[in-house]
């Protein structure tokens, strides 16, 4: 079966810290990306990845910064946390070539940034 | 529909009711489009997809139609249950490789026992 894991479910940090969100596919899937969910936002795409140590900015970059080192694993960092960045986190990963170029979802990562 | 601001709209429907769910897209060049469901607590999962090439495209209780006069994406759930009450998203592949995808905001489905 497919899966994406995102390391933590619930995490609660301060302003300031920095904080990384880890995700890990277990599908050989060339692509992965970082969206936040906002209610009545959708989903915005921070980051995504086409391949190992490869990286091109989404919608919403700013604040934040990813790691591809491994091709099944994707991070996002938030170098210096701020209350804005409240949100639920989502990973993603899709084939890059063939496939139907469906997302395949992690379960979520919902940050506070008290 | 699409949302505006922070109000996710929603559609309430009774049990064995066909429900529609609709979606404006926004770009014009847009060619593959995916819908979404995402239940309480879990990530997004695919329903069913279509291309721009065609205008509809059925699944397992599931229809989904496209109008690219206007934009307009649509799904179709017949015989709601309750195990469709979920927000829904229409995603648009607004790249060239498949991989490159823009969500609507979302529409909560509640299916009335």
């Known amino acids: 079966d497919v899966k994406v894991t995102q390391s933590s479910r619930y995490l609660v940090k301060r302003t300031g810290e920095k904080v990384f969100l880890e995700c890990v596919q277990d599908?050989?899937?060339?692509?992965m990306f970082w969206y936040r969910q906002d209610p009545g936002l959708g989903l915005r795409l921070i980051y995504f990845?086409?391949?190992?140590?490869?990286?091109e900015k989404g919608d919403i970059p700013e604040g934040y910064s990813v790691s591809r080192e491994k091709k099944e694993r994707f991070s996002l960092i938030l170098e210096s946390a701020s209350t804005n960045q409240t949100s639920m986190y989502l990973c993603?990963?899709?084939?890059?070539?063939?496939?139907?170029?469906?997302?395949?979802f992690g379960e979520g990562s919902r940050l506070t940034v008290l | 529909g699409e949302s505006v601001g922070l109000h996710l709209p929603t559609l309430s429907v009774q049990e064995g009711d066909n429900s529609i769910i609709n979606c404006a897209y926004s770009?014009?060049?847009?060619?593959?489009f995916i819908w979404y469901k995402q239940e309480s607590g879990k990530g997004p999962q695919f329903i069913i997809d279509?291309?721009?090439?065609?205008d509809k495209r059925q699944g397992q209780r599931v229809t989904v139609l496209l109008n690219k006069t206007v934009k307009h994406l649509s799904l179709q759930i017949a015989a709601t249950q309750p195990g469709d009450s979920a927000v829904y998203f229409c995603?648009?592949?607004?790249?060239?490789?498949?991989?490159?995808?823009?969500f609507g905001a979302g529409t909560r489905l509640t299916v009335k026992p």
């Open positions: 993603a990963s899709s084939f890059r070539r063939g496939g139907t170029g469906e997302l395949f």
């Open positions: 599908m050989d899937h060339e692509n």
């Open positions: 990845s086409y391949d190992v140590k490869m990286k």
């Open positions: 770009n014009s060049a847009s060619d593959y």
């Open positions: 279509i291309r721009s090439n065609m």
């Open positions: 995603a648009e592949n607004i790249g060239g490789n498949n991989n490159d995808m823009r």
